[in-house]
């Protein structure tokens, strides 16, 4: 389980693709790391592999990639990185599993003073179940408040310090990211689908 906020980023090492699956290599200031833990990279949670020096090494199943933006990934990129939360941490964005639900794409960027508005577009209509304004979505591993919420498009607002502190702060218009919805509207949603079901099947 994560939180949405980010410890880090990572600088992209190597992605290499084999028989269908890639390895995916990050530099990172992580320390005293542990050999299977899981690390959420860009939003994916992955297991760490053993590695050398401060380098996080992980497989990338096929599955994986063709559910999330990693595949594309190059030399050089910056990725966001958080390390699954302790039971004594501070919880201060909103649950996260590291399972990316969506890709959706950024459909435009309006620069407000110190402050950016991000319009997001690519949902389909289920996706609309979760999609709640004021409430939590995570876009690339970032916790973030949905404002609004129109004809399937979201806007959010990236505070200066998310900017600064993410890679958040250099989306381009037409880049693909990858999105979790709400742990919590993912359950309430899908318990109101099984009870409409199950009263359907119900006699009167």
Known sequence: MFTGI????????SN?????ANRLIISSVFKQLQTGESIAVNGVCLTLLPSEQSNLSFDISPETLHRTTLGGLKIGDEVNLERA????????????????????????INHLNEFIEVELNGFDANAMLYLIPKGSITVEGVSLTINEVVNQRIKLMLVPHTLLHTTLGFLKNGQ???????YLA????HQLQVAGTLNDQIPL
């Open 6 to 13: 980010i410890e880090s980023k990572g600088t992209v090492i």
């Open 186 to 189: 993912r359950i309430v949603a």
């Open 16 to 20: 290499t693709e084999h028989d269908g």
């Open 176 to 182: 693909e990211v990858n999105i979790e919805f709400d």
């Open 85 to 108: 939360m302790l039971a004594s941490t501070r919880f201060g964005g909103h649950y996260v599993s590291g399972h990316v639900d969506a890709i959706a794409q950024i459909h435009s």
